[in-house]
């Protein structure tokens, strides 16, 4: 496990910071509005990477908001406002320098609900590859390959990559979703919600997937479900009201949480 190289904890503002290192994203006194209704509220944060950082809180407390900033999902959006800082292995996001078509490719999303593209099984995974470059038929399919056996799909699939996505089930369409976002080769992979929508047996193959990609790159989960985020992640983030109120190892934050409001969060005494 990385070990912090600070933990300076506060009811105001719990930071812990990671070696560069051992940073992926670095998140600083970062506030965000919707029509100047502020969603996240100064918050400092480091996710380190090859880790699996869960976010946690109550409905509206600015989690989604906190994952799309991450990935400058906002930028369209004309009411919003935000200050502060986040950098991607210590770059500015935000910097004028920044080709945001670039970090999205860094910066992976995939949604609560599946959304494959209406079109094949390997046309999906391809999409991303064809918009980044022309690549010799041989190497895509080795990418594509790979991309499905990452996404712990390719002996379901291997038969029938031609077919329609919309054949699948709706676990395996979210695991060919994570697919087509691996083909492009992320640093990083935000994931919001992604089996609330799914059945049990699916939701531990996705679970047992995000356990798995950590070696490959750095997820960030955001779950209403402790059990989950307890099973999954590596260090938590509860947030409430758009602010960051504790930061920890996993084990740490739901065994002996440093707040009465994380303990009363946890154990569903505020939902
Ligand atoms: N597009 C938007 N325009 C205006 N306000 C928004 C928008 N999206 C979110 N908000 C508000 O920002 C706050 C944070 O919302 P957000 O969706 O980030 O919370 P959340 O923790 O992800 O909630 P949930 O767990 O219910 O998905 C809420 O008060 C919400 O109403």
């Known amino acids: 496990?990385?070990?912090?190289?600070?933990?300076?904890q506060s009811s105001q503002t719990p930071v812990i910071t990671f070696a560069p290192e051992q940073c992926c994203l670095s998140i600083n006194q970062f506030h965000l509005a919707y029509a100047g209704k502020p969603a996240l509220r100064d918050l400092t944060?480091?996710?380190p990477r090859h880790r699996v950082t869960a976010f946690i809180g109550p409905s509206g407390c600015g989690k989604s908001t906190l994952l799309r900033a991450i990935n400058r999902l906002h930028d369209l959006n004309?009411?919003?406002?935000?200050r502060g800082y986040i950098a991607l292995e210590g770059q500015d996001i935000h910097a004028p320098q920044m080709n945001v078509t670039e970090l999205r490719r860094r910066v992976g999303m995939v949604f609560q609900t599946p959304n494959p593209f209406p079109m094949s099984i390997y046309e999906n995974v391809a999409f991303g590859l064809r918009l980044q470059r022309r690549l010799p038929k041989r190497k895509r399919d080795d990418i594509i390959e790979w991309?499905?056996?990452s996404a712990a799909l390719w002996d379901e699939v291997k038969d029938r990559l031609h077919r329609s996505a919309w054949q699948l089930s709706g676990g395996q369409q979210q695991r060919l979703v994570i697919a087509?976002?691996?083909a492009v080769q992320p640093d990083v992979l935000l994931l919001d919600e992604p089996a609330s929508a799914l059945d049990p047996i699916s939701t531990l193959k996705i679970e047992e997937l995000i356990r798995n990609l950590k070696s490959q790159l750095t997820l960030v989960l955001v779950t209403h479900?402790?059990?989950q985020a307890a099973r999954v992640s590596d260090y938590t983030a509860f947030l409430q009201n758009g602010e960051l109120v504790e930061f920890g190892l996993?084990?740490?934050v739901f065994t002996n949480p440093r707040l009465q409001r994380t303990e009363n969060y946890i154990t569903g005494r505020m939902t």
């Open 1 to 8: 496990m990385l070990a912090p190289l600070t933990s300076a």
């Open 180 to 182: 087509r976002t691996l």
């Open 147 to 149: 991309a499905l056996t």
């Open 78 to 82: 004309e009411s919003v406002s935000h």
């Open 225 to 227: 479900n402790m059990q």
């Open 45 to 47: 944060l480091d996710v």
């Open 250 to 252: 996993t084990d740490q």
